[in-house]
């Protein structure tokens, strides 16, 4: 009798700690209906863009789609969406086109002019490599990651993001942005042994930590180091509204890139930097209740002023999978307001018709308020995270 309550207490155990990691959820995110749209719209993108060295980044006022070259920080968001699609469809005629377009970049696998290699090389070849195992991708992965590190000074420990052409006197730019980039280091680290990639990211996300946050963990959007002592002469922002402001999207990139950080790591402190970041954003009494973020929290006509989709998108995927390191009671409300974000992403205020849109996805994005760059335009970058959100969330 008293092996029998054991066993029963056990069964109890496991299947209340069971209930309460899963999200409670109806699965409200109308996935197959967007991929549909998702679907249309792409095909009709590369059948008019054929020009595998014009990469699709937005649209012009008459909605026409504006093309880059491949040296553009935003070159390999299209590849790797269509990657997606593929991961989505395991379609043959998505992984064609996601590989026709992934090889156009390969020139980039020596490309050491800004940090962005990160973006341009991991979205496309790193989601190739993991859908395909082409080894030929594993070795541009490992060449772009090696060109990335030249960008590292030991005597600063961090990767440097721009060139000093970028801001008057500056010695040593770096942005929050640059989390983002470490991905790309931590897979060449684990694909080539190359143990110097791991540690140059590691470096790089410690003096992130210490030096890019407030207290209240928002971040700086760009840091000036002094290129001798590695220490900050000063902290501003560039795309956002004001030194002092949150600039949405570079709370994104540091939620994202510290969960990066942990899955790769299991340092605690990451995590913990992710989940403050993330408490940030969603305790924030300028996030609006559909979740849909303005382009800075501290824009001052709110609540009259653009939504950056694109700073919605990396937040929703980056919570996905901060949603899986953390306590149950955290897992279902980073789960649920990622649920809440690509509901309302999903809807028609910001999911684009059929045809429209110059064929991106998805509407209102903004590059950068600031400078009235990409202001209530789509972005290839902003679909590229949305559909990483959904698959995130279709297979959660």
Request: aromatic share 12%; hydrophobic share 35%; proline share 4%.
């Amino acid at each position: 009798m008293k092996s029998c309550n054991i066993i029963k207490g056990l069964i109890l155990f496991v299947f209340a700690n069971v209930f309460t990691i899963v999200p409670c959820s109806s699965r409200n995110v109308p996935v197959k209906k967007d991929f549909k749209i998702i679907k249309a719209q792409y095909q009709q993108m590369a059948e008019k863009n054929t020009d595998v060295n014009c990469v699709p980044r937005t649209i012009n006022k008459e909605g026409k789609p504006i093309c880059t070259d491949i040296e553009d920080w935003t070159s390999g968001f299209f590849a790797g969406s269509l990657w997606y699609i593929y991961d989505y469809t395991k379609s043959g005629k998505w992984r064609a086109e996601a590989e026709k377009r992934t090889v156009a970049l390969e020139p980039l696998r020596n490309f050491t002019g800004h940090h962005d290699i990160g973006f341009m090389v991991y979205c496309s070849f790193g989601n190739g490599y993991r859908l395909t195992g082409n080894p030929q991708y594993k070795e541009i992965i490992a060449d772009a990651a090696n060109s990335l590190a030249t960008r590292f000074d030991p005597r600063v420990g961090l990767i440097r993001s721009w060139d000093n052409i970028h801001l008057r006197d500056s010695e040593y730019l770096v942005i929050i942005d640059n989390m983002m980039n470490l991905e790309l280091l931590f897979e060449a680290a684990k694909i080539t042994g190359n143990n110097h990639l791991y540690d140059i990211a590691v470096s790089h996300a410690d003096k992130t930590l210490k030096h890019h946050y407030r207290p209240d963990f928002s971040s700086y959007h760009l840091v000036d180091y002094d290129s001798i002592t590695g220490e900050p002469r000063r902290k501003m922002t560039v795309q956002g509204l004001a030194d002092s402001s949150a600039w949405s999207r570079g709370q994104a990139w540091g939620l994202y890139g510290f969960t990066i950080c942990y899955r790769e790591t299991k340092d605690k402190r990451y995590l913990d930097q992710a989940v403050n970041i993330a408490d940030f954003i969603l305790n924030h009494p300028n996030l609006p209740e559909d979740k849909v973020m303005y382009w800075d929290f501290d824009a001052p006509g709110i609540p009259n002023e653009e939504r950056d989709v694109s700073a919605t998108t990396i937040a929703a995927s980056g919570l996905l999978e901060l949603s899986k390191y953390v306590s149950p009671d955290d897992r279902k409300r980073f789960f649920s307001a990622a649920e809440e974000m690509l509901v309302s992403l999903s809807g028609p205020d910001y999911l684009a018709k059929k045809g429209e849109n110059g064929n991106f996805i998805l509407k209102k994005s903004v590059g950068s308020r600031r400078h009235n760059s990409e202001v209530g335009v789509p972005l290839n970058y902003a679909d590229y995270y949305f559909l990483e959100a959904l698959i995130r969330y279709d297979r959660y």
